[in-house]
């Protein structure tokens, strides 16, 4: 039976990706609207750089894709409670912070792909799913 390891390396930067994810939300929680921009950069960057190193591993990158386009949802609905713009309408009951909906679906989308698609057609592969 094979065995999945992460290199330390990406396993001491997934470390850090949590640290800096920790203290967004901490900064949107506290409405501290300079450390949870910032903190936006960061915890996106290490996301991207997380995904592409796992692209290798097709349950990697779609579980590794979703997260991205988590923090990315995450990050625009707090970006626009901070700017005050979430409650404004966009179309009819449509309002801003329903557009985060778009990159949390994409999310939902690599997963579905994964388990409804892909492994069903490789149920021999290696993969840590």
Known sequence: ??????????????????????????????????????????????????????KEMVSELCHNLAITFWISANSYWMISEFMKFDAMQVYDWVTYKHLALIPFLMGVLCLAYYYAIWHPRHPNELETM
Not at 29 to 51: D, E, N, Q, R
């Open 1 to 54: 039976m094979s065995q999945y390891s992460i290199p330390l390396k990406y396993r001491r930067m997934e470390n850090l990706h949590i640290v800096f994810w920790l203290f967004k939300d901490i900064g949107w929680c506290l409405i501290w609207k300079p450390l949870g921009i910032v903190m936006i950069f960061p915890t996106l960057i290490i996301s991207i750089v997380i995904a592409y190193r796992t």
